[in-house]
């Protein structure tokens, strides 16, 4: 505990408002995710978890608070931190009518890879995200598991030491899923990952520590056995007590 402690916050969540209107997607939420931790994020349909990784990448500004990735504030110091960062959005960025090949090529290019450089990388993420059968297909044509891993190689493709995945396994099959995390395993030896997903079986398979957000607030942090706890030993009676309708109605 006080080892995990020591290490150095690579992406951290400091009061992180998000306000449309008067409507609050995220409120004051602050979290850390540690050197070589993977963190699963959790959350009912609507808690915040997209709003709070789009602010923890930068790609939409807090309303209040402050995000910062590998120590870089994503508001002042983007580029820099982006360096750092793999984002995969909820919804990828994909590029249909390429293949991935051409879509690799392409990112590759956009990041200043060239040459052998750009070729070693490529390779590299085709490997780890199991692509080489499908380098030549339109992306279009591929199956939604497939589809995730290539956008999970594009998010790689510079060699990020931290990622943030937004429900990388959300609607997929099982042997999708296990595909889709075979892949995260592999990443989580060398990186620092935050997750999110509303699958209590994927925090139990992969997470070291999870946060659980509701109705834009951090509800609970800590590790996989503190949640069981809350649930007297079980996770989804953890996650409902948490985040079910008494959860924020008390007088329900
Ligand atoms: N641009 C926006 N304008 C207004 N409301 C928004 C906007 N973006 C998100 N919201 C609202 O903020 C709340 C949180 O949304 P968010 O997408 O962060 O939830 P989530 O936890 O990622 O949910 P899901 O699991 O369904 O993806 C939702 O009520 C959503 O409708």
Known sequence: MTKQD????MIE?????KFYGPFAAA????????????????????????????????????????ARIAGYN???????????????????????EMTPTGMLDFFAEARGLTGAKKRDRI??????????????KPIAKLSKGFKQRVGMSQALLHDPDVLILDEPTAG???????????????????KTILLSTHILQEVEAMANRVVVINEGRLVYEGDVDGLRTIGKGDLDEAFHSL??????????
């Open 6 to 9: 020591e290490r150095r916050p």
């Open 27 to 66: 409120r004051e939420v602050s979290f850390k995710v540690r050197e070589g931790e993977l963190v699963a994020f959790l959350g009912p349909n609507g808690a915040g978890k997209s709003t709070t990784m789009k602010m923890l990448t930068g790609y939409i500004a807090p309303s209040e608070g402050e």
């Open 172 to 190: 997929l099959d099982p042997n999708q899923i296990r595909g889709v995390r075979r892949t995260m395993r592999r990443l989580a030896e060398t």
């Open 243 to 252: 985040t079910g309708v008494e959860a924020s109605k008390p007088d329900a």
């Open 74 to 96: 994503m508001m002042d110091d983007r580029i820099e931190g982006s360096r750092h960062l793999g984002y995969l959005p909820e919804s990828g960025p994909l590029y249909m």
């Open 123 to 136: 390779d590299a993420v085709v490997d780890i995200c199991d692509l080489s059968s499908v380098m030549y």
């Open 13 to 17: 969540a400091i009061g992180l408002s």
